[in-house]
């Protein structure tokens, strides 16, 4: 059901919010806040819906402030009814992952804990360590988050020793294998010397060691020597038997005792102050524990059987169903722990219990966590604290009026104005906010090559990051999370007055601050003043500036040195008639240089998608001239 934007929210006209109550069923499903603007502020789910949306105007002191926020801005309404709590959580679940409101934002993304990626989405897919959820295709799968990034180095190192896989994303040889094949490190993935079907069980296999299943899969090797050894293939039981006692040594860690080791169990806790909320769960798979995971939340977002609630509905929801344990023990009640484990014994096949102990071994174990969970707070405290004495030493600098929650850097880079780019970085309380990074090709016809000029190239950008502030004045600008309370640009006088000039012309300096960095001496430079601000450079606050700068300046350069590879890479295929730039994209996709073009016959070049026989006796004709 979609409605049309409503000028007036539903706080403010009691009438309409009482009407819209009503129209609410008591029944399982989920339901949609949205603004003025019919934007999606909140998904959330329910087993009676009317009941649980209601809530939220009555019970208001018992609101975060989060969530106070969320519901002073509702102007509409929505919901879908369900025949099952379970259902209803499974499509909550799906409609964040594709809408992603604001304020469904639980988990924080700070890069602190690692994720192992497999590209499950690629034929021969690669296992490789990231922080950032984000970079994924469809298909592909993480396992994670780990607090131990240097045993999760270690068990990577191990796998690729023990298990036979790729290991480059790209060949380095045209016709043959590398020296990877010959070690017996590698299949021969780039020369195809194995198949897809059989590839992926190789990685499915190492898959279960992030799983948790690693003593699963020593008993499918076990078994698997005894039959090759049965069949007289001594080789492969040799090699499964290195396997196997590379495995036991991995999983050589902490013997945790409880009363029924053949249990599949995972442990969850949490130690909070007023702003972060640091949970840890432990996976215990025959009495061992096998996997340690960290998650940071924003303690404001719920009570504790809240957060705990949705950090396990996130983590299961990932989750392969042989990953869900049999048993759960919570440091406290859930909220709707039922709706849980229902929706788990569903997508398990088996029945998962979900239980918050209180006496003997299993609390004691729920006390280990949440002792663990602790360090992890104490941990990011120390951080939260460099970096909130920095933001309070530049508010103190800049004259602020708050703190500088959001503060956005931006930086011009190119060699002589060619393949001029810039950079817009993002710190939240001080920590980068890699989700909000973005480039930007220049597109100012003046700026080419033998010709730049860094102040039209920043006053190019900054109009086009805030035109639909400009174009838009009834926008919301203070107290938008897009919005930023602070933004810098790395230069001096020159490069700061032309941003002010584009900023006065779209009538948006009156909310937004503004200041630069010079480079020679980190002198920070206000609008409309000619002498710098009287600064140490050492001070926490010029840090942070100096930070958010150097940030700026990689991820440009970063930026233009991929342009200008991709130029290089193409521009003798430039100089063949026909041969356009989607088509250049294919031939480079295919066989990934252009010496590798250069080597192919005609016959070869015509079974790339879109290159035809005539096109391809061009090619080859153009680098084989008679």
């Given amino acids: ?100 409101p604001y304020f469904n934002v639980l988990l924080k993304d700070d890069k602190k804990y690692p994720y192992v990626l497999v590209t499950w989405s690629e034929d021969y897919p690669r296992i490789f360590i990231t922080r950032n959820r984000r970079i ?53 993935v780039c020369q195809g010397l194995i198949s897809p079907e059989e590839y992926r069980k190789t990685i499915q296999k190492i898959a279960m060691v992030f799983q948790g299943r690693t003593g699963e899969l020593i008993d499918t090797l076990k078994s698997n020597m005894e039959k090759a050894a049965e069949e007289l293939n001594f080789e492969a039981a040799a090699r ?59 303690a404001q977002s719920g009570t504790p059987g809240a957060i705990l609630q949705r950090v396990l509905e996130e ?7 042989v990953e869900i ?67 309070q030493d530049l508010a103190a600098i800049l004259d602020l009026p708050e703190l500088p929650h959001r503060i956005e850097g931006y930086d011009i880079s190119h060699i002589q104005g060619s393949n001029a780019v810039a950079s817009q970085v993002v710190f939240i309380d001080g920590l980068p906010a890699k989700q909000h990074y973005r480039h930007y090709k220049i597109k100012n016809p003046e700026v080419k090559s033998g010709h730049s000029d860094d102040f039209a190239s920043l006053a190019e950008v900054i109009s086009r990051r805030f035109r639909k502030y400009a174009e838009d004045p009834q926008m919301q600008r203070v107290g938008n999370s897009d919005w930023p309370d602070l933004v810098m640009i790395d ?43 009287e600064t140490d450079a050492e001070q926490p606050g010029v840090q942070l500036l100096r930070r958010l700068r150097d940030e ?26 026909g041969l356009g730039f989607h088509r250049q994209k294919l031939l480079l996709a295919h066989f990934h240089s252009i010496d590798y073009i250069r ?15 005539r096109l391809a006796q061009e090619i080859y004709d153009y680098f084989h001239p008679a």
């Fill in 240 to 298: 499964m038997r290195d396997q196997i006692g590379g495995l036991k040594s991995l999983s050589a860690d902490q013997k945790v005792s409880l009363p029924d080791d053949t249990v599949s169990r995972d442990a969850i806790a949490l130690a909070a102050d007023d702003q972060h909320a640091c949970i840890q769960l432990f996976q215990i798979r025959a009495g061992r524990l096998v996997g340690r995971l960290g998650f940071v939340a924003d």
């Fill in 325 to 391: 344990p049999t048993e759960i023990l919570v440091q406290h009640e859930l909220p709707e722990g039922e709706m849980l484990a229902e929706f788990l014994t569903s997508r398990k096949g088996r029945k998962v219990t979900i239980l918050a102990p209180q006496r003997q071994t299993k609390a004691e174990l729920i006390e280990m966590v949440e002792r663990n969970a602790h360090y992890e707070l104490e941990r990011t405290q120390k951080v939260g604290d460099r970096n909130s004495e920095a933001m």
């Fill in 1 to 100: 059901m979609t409605t049309s934007a409503q000028t007036l929210t539903l706080v403010k006209d009691p009438e309409r919010l009482e009407k819209r109550l009503k129209e609410i069923p008591p029944e399982p499903g989920v339901y949609f806040m949205r603004d003025a603007s019919d934007r999606i502020l909140y998904i959330g789910k329910s087993k009676k819906l009317r009941s649980r949306v209601r809530s939220y105007f009555r019970d208001k002191q018992k609101l975060s402030d989060r969530i106070a926020m969320m519901v002073r801005q509702v102007a509409e309404i929505e919901f879908i009814v369900t025949d099952t709590e379970a259902e209803a959580l499974a499509l909550e679940a799906n409609l964040v992952k594709q809408h992603q």
């Fill in 136 to 188: 994924g295709k469809k298909g592909d799968k993480y396992y994670g988050p780990f607090v131990d990034a240097h045993l999760l180095r270690t068990t990577l190192r191990l796998a690729k020793r023990l298990f036979p896989m790729r290991q480059r994303p790209q060949p380095l040889f045209k016709d043959r294998a590398c020296l990877n094949y010959d070690l017996g490190r590698c299949p021969g």
């Fill in 491 to 533: 230069g001096g006088k020159g490069q700061l007055s032309s941003v002010v000039a584009v900023l006065q012309e779209m009538n948006l300096m009156e909310d937004l601050r503004v200041v630069s960095l010079a480079k020679q001496r980190e002198e920070i430079f206000l609008p409309g003043e000619s002498s710098p601000l």
């Fill in 552 to 577: 700026a300046h990689r991820f440009a350069v970063t930026f233009h040195r991929q342009q200008r590879s991709d130029k290089l890479r193409r521009s003798r295929l430039d100089e063949i008639p």
């Fill in 315 to 321: 983590h299961y929801q990932n989750a392969d169903s």
């Fill in 599 to 613: 080597e192919a016959s005609p016959k070869q070049l015509s079974e790339v998608s879109g290159i035809g026989p």
